[in-house]
């Protein structure tokens, strides 16, 4: 079936738009009274392996603010739980992984599950989503970065630094490159899964790109991504959002991935020229942005229209929204898009 609002699909192919599509990277959250709702009484993977759970939190906010598109509610971290790496989300602190990888024999231990067995429950929450979306707007799928999993894998936790991540890939990096390879191989089995199963693109997360230099980045990061496009890019567009990574804007333009993400510490013109001008680019408000009075954010967002261009653009922030963002402000940034006329 066609989906009625194809501002995104259209955007994604390069195709001329009356406005840019707009959503929000993790749109469906904490900022959100009715999230809480449901966060107060389901742990955080139980609502992602809860399709009733998940595929409602997944609409909340377009039901709210008719976003462009909606993402599936899950997390980049059920990729190594999946792989037979515990992964815990403990309140207020974030993920914990009590076994992290520090050693070639550790890598030997993980496995590349069957995807249909072991996240059965990601693609159930994609087919209610979809029954719940009625074809209204497009449903993105998501997967971290090899990289980006790996540091979670090999630090543990979140790091500022993520020191432990980095050790590892430069003291061992066969080992480093044997589980990049795993994450990999799990991952292109489980976004092709996630296609199959209802989503009309994929966005994969580098989240942690700019952690590395753009040497290392070359080594460690974007051969694993290119596997993950070469594989996916004739089931469904992809979008790579490298945190950090305006680096690589080249490279990633030259990739086959249908568009790129930006964050704010890069400007529109400096993103188009290094991005060689043809690709889609999709950002880049800085997510503390959304502290401004409503009314700046209607003009900042304009602005940045503007600064892009309409066409080959897809609206979004640099990174995802703030749980202490008032719903207002989030409201007055998709209005703005929205009511945005050239
Ligand atoms: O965009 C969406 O609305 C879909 C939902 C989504 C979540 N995680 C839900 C979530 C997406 C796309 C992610 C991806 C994700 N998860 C990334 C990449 C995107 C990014 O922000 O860089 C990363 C690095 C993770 C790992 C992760 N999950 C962290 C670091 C945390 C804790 C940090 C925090 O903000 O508390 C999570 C937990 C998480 N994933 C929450 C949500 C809504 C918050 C915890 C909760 O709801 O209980």
């Known amino acids: 079936m066609a989906i009625k609002n194809d501002l995104f699909l259209k955007a994604l192919k390069g195709e001329t738009v009356e406005r840019p599509p707009v959503w929000m990277m993790r749109q469906a959250g904490r900022y959100l009274p009715e999230f809480m709702e449901l966060k107060n009484k389901y742990d955080f993977f139980t609502r992602c ?11 909340q906010p377009i039901r709210r603010f008719g976003m462009d598109a909606a993402i599936l509610f899950s997390d980049i971290l059920v990729i190594p739980q999946a792989m037979a790496i515990e992964v815990e989300m403990k309140p207020n602190f974030g993920p914990y992984l009590p076994h992290p990888i520090r050693s070639q024999k550790d890598v030997e231990q993980v496995i590349v599950p069957d995807v249909h067995e072991s996240l059965g429950y990601v693609m159930d929450a994609i087919k209610m989503t979809r029954e719940k979306l009625q074809d209204e707007v497009p449903l993105i799928g998501f997967a971290g970065s090899p990289w980006t999993i790996l540091c979670y894998c090999v630090q543990g936790q979140g790091s500022k630094t993520f020191d432990k991540a980095k050790e590892f890939c430069f003291t061992q990096p066969m080992a480093a490159h044997g589980l990049l390879q795993k994450i990999t191989d799990t991952t292109i089995a489980y976004l092709k899964a996630k296609v199959e199963a209802g989503v009309d693109a994929v966005q994969v997360f580098d989240s942690w790109g700019g952690m590395l230099s753009p040497e290392d980045y070359n080594e460690f990061s974007w051969p694993y991504i290119q596997q993950i496009i070469d594989a996916l890019k004739d089931e469904a567009p992809v979008i790579v959002f490298g945190k950090g990574c305006w680096f690589a804007l080249k490279t990633m333009s030259q990739s086959g991935a249908a568009a790129l ?5 890069c400007s529109a013109q400096n993103a188009r020229y290094l991005s060689g001008g043809n690709i889609t680019l999709q950002g880049n408000f800085d997510p503390t942005r959304l502290f401004s009075p409503p009314a700046d954010i209607k003009k900042m967002v304009t602005k940045m229209i503007r600064n892009f261009g309409k066409d ?7 990174h995802g929204i703030l749980p202490t963002v008032p719903v207002v402000n989030a409201k007055a940034f998709i209005d703005a898009v929205k009511s945005y006329s050239e």
């Open 49 to 59: 392996q809860t399709p009733e759970l998940a595929s409602e939190i997944t609409v």
């Open 261 to 265: 993400g930006v964050d704010w510490t």
């Open 312 to 318: 080959r653009y897809i609206v979004n922030l640099g």
